[in-house]
């Protein structure tokens, strides 16, 4: 980016802080607008918040866990005050491209919810939130912004929008009629071979079977899987970052099943 484009940045960041409007913090193509719902206390002293990312028509962004070809989606609240931590709430992503070249996302605008845990309940919160997602449509492009929002302790009233978001979750397994689900382990060239295996009706024309390991240090390959009848089965390599891997922690293995238009939440391996 040229100097003087973030000198316009700058100026639009300004502008929007002072007029108190929802603001993406850099033009970037594709993202037309960022904004935080300040949603609601709960009982436990905690948050049910959400950010919206709204994109140009026909234009995507990624899941936590984005595929083959997509952008890891990164945040930070470092600068906030009275802010604990942040547990983001993923809605159902859906499949986009094809064998060789394909991702996992939302098309055109994301509810985010998340859960915003306070250093003290009582006390008003001031919410910092940096974010680098990546945003595609026929070219991929890394968007940065930040955006910021206060939250007032005894906030009741319930956003119809974050409610529809926390309700478009992955369907539960048994929702979905999943059975006979079994993850194997085979060792690969630095990394480690898990072959997964289930029965369930087919969500769609291609499915993948999405592999989260909720470890650092760590980088799964996901393969597109494949389908027999009511069988789906798909493959995944982990490896480790700076060394050889020797072992998984199956607990913190989990599975969500994805097509081009739903997904389902298949829980941990070790079920």
Request: include cysteine; glycine fraction near 6%.
């Amino acid at each position: 980016m040229m100097l003087s484009q973030k000198i316009m940045t700058l100026i639009l960041l300004i502008v929007a802080l002072w007029t108190g409007k929802d603001n993406a913090l850099a033009k970037t193509p594709g993202l037309e607008s960022v904004q935080i719902l300040s949603g609601w206390q709960n009982v436990n002293g905690s948050y049910t918040a959400a950010l919206i990312i709204n994109l140009e028509p026909e234009w995507k962004t990624y899941w936590h866990t984005p595929g083959e070809a997509g952008i890891q989606p990164q945040f930070s609240f470092f600068d906030s005050r009275n802010v604990e931590s942040i547990r983001f709430i993923w809605p159902a992503p859906i499949l986009f491209g094809g064998k060789d070249m394909w991702s996992v996302g939302y098309k055109d605008r994301l509810v985010l919810p998340f859960i915003l845990t306070p250093k003290n309940s009582v006390e008003r919160i001031s919410l910092k939130l940096s974010a680098m997602i990546g945003i595609c449509n026929q070219v991929c492009v890394p968007a940065d912004f930040e955006i910021s929002q206060n939250f007032s302790p005894a906030t009741k009233k319930r956003d119809p929008k974050i409610i529809a978001a926390l309700a478009s979750r992955p369907k539960q397994k048994a929702a979905a009629s999943v059975r006979d689900l079994e993850c194997s382990f085979s060792t690969a060239k630095n990394a480690i071979l898990l072959t997964i295996s289930l029965k369930m009706p087919s969500l769609g024309k291609q499915e993948v079977i999405m592999v989260n390991y909720d470890q650092p240090e760590h980088e799964v390959r996901t393969l597109m899987a494949s389908r027999n009848g009511l069988s789906l089965s798909g493959k995944a390599l982990i490896s480790h970052l700076s060394k050889n891997i020797t072992g998984l922690d199956l607990s913190k293995i989990f599975l969500t099943a994805v097509s081009e238009t739903s997904a389902v939440d298949l829980g941990p391996c070790e079920d």
